[in-house]
C-alpha cells in the first residue's frame, strides 16, 4: 500500500533513485498502467521505459495512470515535469512551482466515466506546493519561481512562434503533460503539484534556434538537482531517514 506517488518524465530516476522498486503492471477501468512500488511510495515513469516504447505526450493515458495510484493507496502526487519558459527573466536552468494553469486542449476527465459524483475546479495542492518550495531551499538551490502559470499544449509538436506570443501574454510556461495530470489527479480525489524545470527558452522567446537536442541536453543537466530535491521531499514526508 502506498500513499505518496511521484511522476517524472526522465525514466533516469527509475534506473537509479528507484532501481529496487519492484515493477506492478495493472488493468485499470481506464486502460492499464504500470508503476514501480516500495513501501510507501510509488513512482511512476509518465513516458514509459524508452527502452521498450516511449510514450508521446499526447498518447499518455492520465486517467489510468491516476487511476492506478488510487487503487494503491496513493493520496498526494508530487510531479517533475520539464517546461520551456515565456518569460526571459525566467531562464533554462531554473526552477518553478506553478499556482495554477490553463488547458484549453480537451483533457481526460473521469466524470464521463461516472466516476466522479461531483463538478469540481481543478487546482493544484497549495500544501504539497509549499513542501516542494521547501525542498529546494533545504537542497540549497537558487529560490524557485512560486507565482508563475503554465500553459498546457497538445502536442508532441513544439509551438509556433506566434503561438508562444499568444501563450507569453497570460503565462509564463509552456508544457505537454502537468495540466492533464493535475485534472485526473483531481477528479480521483488525489493532491497534486508540480516541480518544473525550466529547460529551454520557448520558440522566438530567444535567439538560439529551438531544437529537440537543445530540450535533451539542458533537461539532462537539471537531474543531479532534481535528485537533491526529490530526497528533501522525501525527508518531508517521512519516506526516508
Not at 48 to 68: R, S, T
Not at 129 to 158: H, K, M, N
Not at 206 to 212: A, F, I, M, R
Request: negative net charge.
Amino acid at each position: 500500500m502506498a500513499t505518496l506517488g511521484i511522476i517524472s518524465g526522465a525514466y533516469v530516476l527509475r534506473e537509479t533513485f528507484f532501481h529496487e522498486f519492484e515493477e506492478l503492471k495493472r488493468d485499470t477501468r481506464y486502460g492499464p498502467a504500470q508503476v514501480y512500488l516500495k513501501d510507501d511510495i510509488a513512482f511512476l515513469a509518465r513516458h514509459g521505459n524508452p527502452a521498450e516504447k516511449f510514450i508521446l505526450p499526447h498518447l499518455i493515458n492520465h486517467l489510468a495512470n491516476m487511476a492506478l495510484f488510487k487503487e494503491l493507496g496513493v493520496r498526494e502526487i508530487f510531479a517533475f515535469n520539464s517546461t520551456g519558459s515565456l518569460k526571459r527573466q525566467f531562464k533554462p536552468g531554473m526552477f518553478a512551482v506553478p499556482t495554477d494553469f490553463i488547458l484549453l486542449a480537451p483533457s481526460p476527465s473521469a466524470m464521463i466515466h461516472g466516476n466522479s459524483h461531483d463538478h469540481i475546479v481543478p487546482e493544484l495542492s497549495v500544501a504539497l506546493r509549499r513542501q516542494i518550495v521547501e525542498a529546494v531551499r533545504f537542497s540549497g538551490l537558487d529560490e524557485p519561481i512560486e507565482d508563475c502559470i503554465y500553459w498546457q499544449t497538445s502536442g508532441p509538436r513544439l509551438e509556433t512562434k506566434a503561438e508562444i506570443r499568444l501563450m507569453a501574454s497570460f503565462a509564463d510556461l509552456v508544457g505537454m503533460t502537468m495540466a492533464s495530470e493535475a485534472v485526473a489527479a483531481g477528479e480521483m480525489g488525489l493532491a497534486y503539484a508540480s516541480l518544473c524545470s525550466i529547460d529551454n527558452y520557448a520558440s522566438g522567446i530567444s535567439e538560439e534556434q529551438l531544437t529537440v537536442e537543445v530540450i535533451a541536453d539542458s533537461a539532462s543537466r537539471q537531474m543531479g538537482k532534481i535528485i537533491k530535491i526529490l530526497e528533501q521531499l522525501l525527508k518531508i514526508k517521512g519516506a526516508v531517514e
